[in-house]
RNA sequence: CAGGGUGUAGCUCAGCUUGGUAGAGCGUCUGGUUUGGGACCAGAAGGUCGCAGGUUCAAGUCCUGUCUCCCUGACCA
């Protein structure tokens, strides 16, 4: 088993101590005697760490906290939220800030471990650096304005400005300018596993999207962007480590191709936890395995021409006070499938230049795809500058392109119909009718309009991978996020080395994400049923749940401390449930948990010489399994499970 | 940030319209009876009604302000 490579040390089942301490529980070491652990510093040190270093941990209820609750709080509205609440994982201290309780920690840092294995394993070291960070770093690069009011800021007694790291960009690059010194230290990849702060406008859904989180964040540095040592190779070990990482952690997900964001960056992938309730959407190729989301996912060729043949005249319609096209579209009896729609976007020079992008009423025009299909970064413009220009903002039609300067593109979906609804380029009022042809004749001959793919895929466009299939919609949870930045933070913060030719060059840099604490949560919307969480053994807080019936019998008592010692000894982590509750509030409280495995001990059980066994995943109410295999068979099925990542 | 909602016991909520002794269920504690899927009986503890002003003889209830938390949107690990 992979698990525990360094459990602390336990005696009597209850861990308190680090292995290194020296700490020993003077009690007997005996399991039938709870409740008289005394913890003084011994003359005979522990056990070595090595001659433990797989042993399962021990922990009864209790001794510990875990304050399950039959009815959660009104707030928590998703399964993950509730389910950590009522099976005593979390609780809350305020908007988007929790508490981590013992069995949410346990798991917190079971995937912190995965984590650190793989990234050790990638060639990456493990640092940590400062949550403060003060306002100057991000004025280098002016994130304080791209992060905005996301930016926790505050002010010291001497009234400098700090800010809580929303991540480490900054941080790390300017801590490179001073100990990155030669071409020969490439590449670099470092990673720290520490809590991040962003204010978000809405933090929601638990541990979802907290305000306080738990991220490990790498960064890697490099020369070139090929070869052994330059950043494409790296992004792939990282690709691989984070296939690897979430493959451990049990998660059913895709890698999907992403949008670089704020962060900025030629390419990016994101790790997606697949499960209805996310709120991301992805598009995937069933046949090729292209997966995007939707911001990124390229749509398949389309065929387009102007030639469409004229349905009827160029009608003018008066459409006084109606917001959206939806209204517009009842009104003159269409929908917006057959209506056309022109945003007005403007490029992000010093002086910018109108983009008119037409797509159909139904799309959205992505803006990152009209960059692509320009040449130009554009933003939508801001309304008072195109009503200056002429645009009737509002009623804007393509016809705009004959009388103001601009560049024109439009989406092959907008050329489908010989008759279009549109704007009428005057206040209030739209057209139907419109045809491509008859009415743009002009710019058709004068070559004036671009078409390209300018808008947001969906489910049913056409892949972009594999011909006459079309891409679905998948739902999901963002968990990783892994982008190539290139030069932005080094040149922005002034990070380079000499090269073996004595020049000065520009570090390139990549950055890799995790969102620890959000993969817990986002583990549980995949992984649940109506009673409770379904662990993936590889990160539930425990491997395996005892319920004690009658835990004040000396035998059952016993019995429960050989049972877990000998589990304990094959490298797996127990739960004992030893209160003095009736049995019904225990295993519902078992379900609510979700170890992978329960087994109940009781004097009936004791008296056939067995031990009752029960795997979460089943739904019957568990079956007896023999005393002296039970220990095997936990084993064998956690072994099973957690080397084929589930 | 915009829109909507909320705040009374650890949790879920009633009480507010029409001002007059602070309520219920669950949970907790004590004693007893129970003991394989959230037991039963008897008793007990627990709330400056988010906060600050105001109106009133009297405010959980009416008025003003303020804060909190939640939901819907754009952003993101």
Not at 303 to 320: I, M, N, Q, R
Not at 323 to 334: R, Y
Not at 358 to 376: C, L, P, Q, T, W
Not at 390 to 399: E, L, Q, T
């Amino acid at each position: 088993m992979r698990s525990s490579p360094s459990t602390p040390t336990a005696c009597c089942g209850t861990i308190r101590c680090d292995k290194n301490h020296g700490l020993r529980c003077s009690c007997d070491g005996s399991v039938g005697s709870p409740g008289v652990h005394s913890w003084t510093m011994s003359s005979t040190p522990t056990k070595s760490s090595l001659s433990q270093a797989s042993r399962g941990t021990i922990q009864r209820w209790s001794q510990t906290l875990i304050p399950t609750v039959r009815q959660a709080p009104s707030d928590a509205e998703m399964p993950s939220h509730i389910f950590m609440i009522r099976a005593g994982f979390i609780r809350q201290v305020g908007a988007g800030i929790y508490n981590y309780l013992p069995l949410a920690w346990r798991s917190l840092r079971k995937v912190s471990e995965i984590v650190r294995e793989e990234m050790d394993a990638a060639g990456a070291s493990e640092l940590l650096m400062p949550a403060f960070q003060p306002m100057e770093l991000y004025a280098e690069t002016k994130r304080d304005v791209d992060y905005g009011d996301l930016l926790f800021t505050l002010e010291d007694r001497h009234g400098r400005k700090v800010a809580l790291g929303p991540t480490h960009e900054e941080v790390i690059t300017s801590l490179m300018c001073g100990a990155l010194t030669s071409y020969k230290q490439f590449p670099l990849n470092l990673y720290q596993i520490q809590t991040k702060f962003r204010d978000e406008f809405r933090p929601r859904a638990g541990l979802l999207r907290g305000r306080e989180f738990i991220m490990k964040d790498a960064y890697s540095f490099h020369l070139d962007l090929e070869g052994e040592a330059g950043l494409n190779a790296t992004y792939d070990k990282m690709h691989q480590a984070y296939t690897n990482i979430f493959t451990r952690c049990g998660l059913d997900f895709s890698a999907v191709e992403a949008e670089a964001g704020p962060i900025g960056g030629s390419a990016s992938h994101e790790f997606m936890v697949n499960c209805a309730a996310g709120e991301d959407t992805i598009l995937v190729c069933p046949e090729s395995g292209y997966a995007a989301n939707v911001e990124k996912a390229e749509i398949g060729k389309r065929a387009w021409s102007f030639d469409v043949a004229p349905e009827g005249e160029l009608v003018k319609h008066h459409t006084p006070n109606m917001p959206g096209i939806h209204m517009v579209a009842e009104h003159l009896g269409t929908t917006p499938s057959l209506m056309l729609k022109s945003i007005v976007l403007q490029t992000l020079e010093e002086s910018p230049r109108w983009v008119v992008a037409v797509v159909r009423g139904d799309h959205e025009v992505n803006e990152s795809k009209v960059r692509d299909a320009i040449g130009f970064a554009v933003q939508l413009a801001p309304e008072k500058e195109a009503r200056a220009a002429g645009f009737v903002i509002g009623y804007v039609s393509p016809k705009t392109v004959d009388t103001i300067e601009m560049t024109m593109v439009v989406d092959p979906d907008a050329l489908g119909s010989g008759s279009w609804a549109t704007g009428a380029d005057e206040m209030d009022h739209h057209v139907t009718g419109f045809n491509w042809s008859r009415e743009m004749s002009n710019a058709i001959g004068n070559d004036k309009i671009k078409i390209a793919d300018i808008r947001n895929a969906e489910a049913g466009d056409p892949s972009p991978r594999a011909d006459g299939v079309f891409l679905e919609a998948r739902k999901g949870i963002e968990v990783g996020h892994i982008f190539k930045l290139g030069t932005k933070y080094s040149e922005a913060i002034g990070l380079s080395v000499l090269n073996k030719d004595q020049k000065k060059q520009a570090i390139i840099m990549g950055c890799y994400g995790i969102g620890v604490s959000r993969t817990l949560a986002a583990c549980i919307e995949m992984s649940h049923d109506d009673n409770g969480i379904i662990w993936p053994a590889a990160i539930a807080p425990f491997h395996v749940h005892i319920v004690v019936i009658k835990p004040k019998e000396p035998e059952v008592q016993a019995a429960v401390g050989a049972l877990s010692d000998e589990l304990a000894e094959h490298g797996i982590d127990v739960l004992i449930d030893d209160r003095a509750e009736r049995p019904g509030p225990k295993f519902k409280d078992a379900d609510l948990i979700g170890l992978p495995i329960r087994l109940t001990i009781s004097p009936k059980t004791l008296e056939e010489n067995g031990v009752e066994f029960k795997l979460r995943t089943d739904d019957a109410k568990g079956s007896m399994h023999p005393r002296d295999t039970v220990v095997q068979r936990c084993v064998e099925i956690l072994s099973a499970v957690m080397d084929s990542g589930g």
